[in-house]
């Protein structure tokens, strides 16, 4: 596709179950990063991928929270044991080798009851 | 790690005011970049600064790089309704990592 693409668009959850959270990053992009947005809030940085380097894990808030990136492309964000603190818009971009431009995905809106 | 403060938070202007909103760091950025989130949106490249002092132009937006390259503005003239939305500078920080400035939300009376 033409952009960066994340499914679900829309999550609704009960607290302790897990979620997972798609991001297809646009075709060629070697790095991938996730994002929380929590309502009127900025954008947290959660983890970055770089071709096929260890991921940047610093944002991670938690253990509860993981992320792969599977053959350089789509990439999920596993959340363990939601919490309602978790609800969230979970935002993905990726960036091509040598540019600094970050595209963004429209996102995937967790809430968690 | 580096940190960027944006300011102000808010402001709503009535429509055909001019809007500018700010960025400050405490230590010297290799660049910056500008992005805009409508309402229920995403965040979308707006420009990206590198050099000491330099000033872009989009059209009604105006953005600059301070001489010290510690801080940024954008400024917008004569506002309209669509330019309503949260606008974010961002800043790297280590290895193609991006620090979002907590962003300000204009409003519009139109």
Redesign the interface.
């Known amino acids: 596709g033409a952009g960066v693409s994340q499914s679900p668009s829309n999550k609704v959850t009960e607290k302790g179950k897990d979620v997972e959270l798609r991001c297809d990053p646009i075709s060629g992009h070697t790095?991938l990063?996730w994002?929380r947005q929590s309502l009127?809030?900025?954008?947290e940085?959660l983890i970055?991928f770089?071709g096929n380097s260890a991921p940047?894990k610093s944002g991670l808030p938690s253990d509860r929270f993981s992320a792969e990136r599977t053959g350089g492309s789509v990439s999920t964000l596993t959340i363990q044991r939601t919490q309602q603190e978790d609800s969230a818009v979970y935002?993905c971009?990726s960036?091509a080798a040598g540019q600094?431009?970050?595209?963004?995905?429209?996102?995937t809106r967790l809430l968690v009851l | 790690g580096q940190q960027v403060m944006q300011i102000p938070q808010y402001q709503h202007v009535q429509e055909g005011e001019d809007f500018t909103t700010y960025c400050n760091s405490s230590t010297t950025l290799s660049n910056i970049q500008w992005y805009k989130q409508r309402p229920g949106g995403h965040p979308v490249f707006l420009i990206q600064l590198v050099k000491s002092g330099e000033v872009k132009k989009q059209k009604r937006l105006t953005f600059q790089f301070g001489e010290a390259k510690k801080n940024s503005s954008l400024h917008i003239t004569a506002t309209q309704t669509t330019d309503v939305g949260t606008y974010f500078c961002a800043v790297g920080q280590g290895a193609q990592k991006l620090v979002f400035g907590q962003g300000t939300r204009l409003t519009i009376n139109p």
Request: charged residues 15%; hydrophobic residues 25%.
């Open positions: 790095a990063y994002y009127g809030q900025g954008l940085f970055y770089q940047d935002l971009a960036r600094e431009t970050q595209y963004f995905g429209p996102g």
